[in-house]
């Protein structure tokens, strides 16, 4: 089972629309939770972070965690096609950051 | 946000030659540094620890003597690849926490494109 699992995608989504993303985690000691984007050969961007259970919101973004579930997700508001790009889930257990394998979202104008 | 600065932004090689990648922490001391590798349309796969004054410590699969981390010091980590062949063509990222607090945000270096010929 690999530690952090998302939907490869790809997600299509109509410009203004909501775009959700998900993520499970597989160690329940997992302290610490991440959204990053990722342009096509560029490093990945800290977009949101979260650390306890319930939502967590940051302009068009709402991340949220459910630590009984192990479950992250992240939701983007109207959104933009310069939202379009790689979402990575990540996972914090000590100081190793793990990374599901990303969601690709396009946003058709 | 702190901000780590690596080099080059992409590299092209000979199969056989050896590549150096230098990742630095510019506004902030760095005891740890992590070194990820990430094929095209895969995850982020954490290659090795590396910690400043000792040794590396590298994650299961990954060639020690390949993959050689050192750091010298508090800013600068460098990762070489020995020996580069074409199976070595990825997309190299340095990163580090600027604090130790398990809420600090891991901040990314700007990758180093290899492609070995």
């Known amino acids: 089972q690999k530690e952090v699992e998302q939907n490869s995608g790809p997600l299509s989504v109509p410009e203004g629309a909501i775009a959700s993303l998900n993520c499970t985690y597989s160690?329940?000691?997992?302290?610490?939770f991440f959204w990053y984007r990722q342009y096509s050969g560029k490093s990945p961007e800290l977009i949101m972070s979260?650390?306890?259970?319930g939502d967590k919101e940051d302009g068009r973004f709402t991340a949220q965690l459910n630590k009984a579930s192990q479950y992250v997700s992240l939701l983007i508001r109207d959104s933009q096609p310069s939202d379009s790009a790689t979402y990575l889930c990540?996972?914090?257990?000590?100081?190793?950051?793990?990374f599901g394998a990303g969601t690709t979202v396009t946003v058709r104008a | 946000g702190a901000v780590v600065s690596q080099h080059p932004s992409w590299v092209i090689c000979k199969s056989g030659t050896s590549v150096k990648i230098e990742c630095r922490s510019l506004?902030?001391?760095?005891?740890?540094m992590f070194w990820y590798r990430q094929f095209p349309k895969q995850s982020l796969m954490l290659m090795a620890t590396?910690?400043?004054?000792?040794?590396?410590?590298?994650e299961q699969g990954v060639e020690k003597d390949k993959f050689l981390i050192n750091h010298a010091s508090l800013t600068l980590s460098t990762l070489t690849v020995t020996s580069a062949h074409p199976e070595d063509s990825s997309f190299y990222i340095c990163?580090?926490?600027?604090?130790?607090?398990?809420?600090?945000?891991?901040?990314f270096g700007s990758g180093t494109q290899l492609s070995v010929l």
């Open positions: 990163s580090a926490y600027p604090g130790w607090s398990t809420d600090e945000k891991l901040f």
């Open positions: 160690d329940r000691g997992s302290q610490s």
């Open positions: 979260i650390y306890s259970n």
């Open positions: 990540a996972v914090r257990n000590d100081y190793k950051l793990s």
């Open positions: 506004d902030f001391q760095a005891t740890t």
């Open positions: 590396s910690n400043e004054g000792s040794k590396a410590t590298y």
